[in-house]
């Protein structure tokens, strides 16, 4: 079993940053890549970000490419995004993620999840 804690949600002005992080414990050699997620209310949850188990993948969805960086220090098993330009748009609630797959996708299975933490841009 993987235990995910995510930090460093917030409210922030638009056009601010925010750095989240996610620090896994347990079964940690047991899980390959990472993801963020979010959901907005009234929305469904939505793929922001993912990250190769060794660091050197990265996938994004449209909406986060140029502005959220994600990127994992796997000493200390945490995992960060970076949120740059934020706009209001980007309030959520914001889930870590982990799946047994290398380099995961946003089609990848992630059967482990944080409990999440929230993200508020005003405008």
């Known amino acids: 079993q993987v235990q995910l804690v995510e930090s460093g949600g917030g409210l922030v002005q638009a056009g601010g940053s925010l750095r989240l992080s996610c620090a896994a414990s347990?079964?940690?050699?047991?899980?390959?890549?990472t993801g963020w997620f979010r959901q907005a209310p009234g929305k469904e949850r939505e793929f922001v970000a993912a990250?190769?188990?060794?660091?050197?993948?990265?996938d994004y969805s449209d909406s986060a490419r140029g502005r959220f960086t994600i990127s994992r220090d796997n000493a200390k098993n945490t995992v960060y995004l970076q949120m740059n330009s934020l706009k209001p748009e980007d309030t959520a609630v914001y889930y870590c993620?982990?799946?047994?797959?290398?380099?995961?996708?946003?089609?990848?299975?992630?059967?482990?999840w944080g409990q999440g933490t929230q993200v508020t841009v005003s405008s």
């Open positions: 990250i190769s188990r060794s660091g050197g993948n990265t």
């Open positions: 993620a982990a799946t047994f797959e290398s380099r995961p996708t946003v089609s990848s299975p992630w059967p482990y």
């Open positions: 347990g079964r940690t050699f047991n899980y390959g890549g």
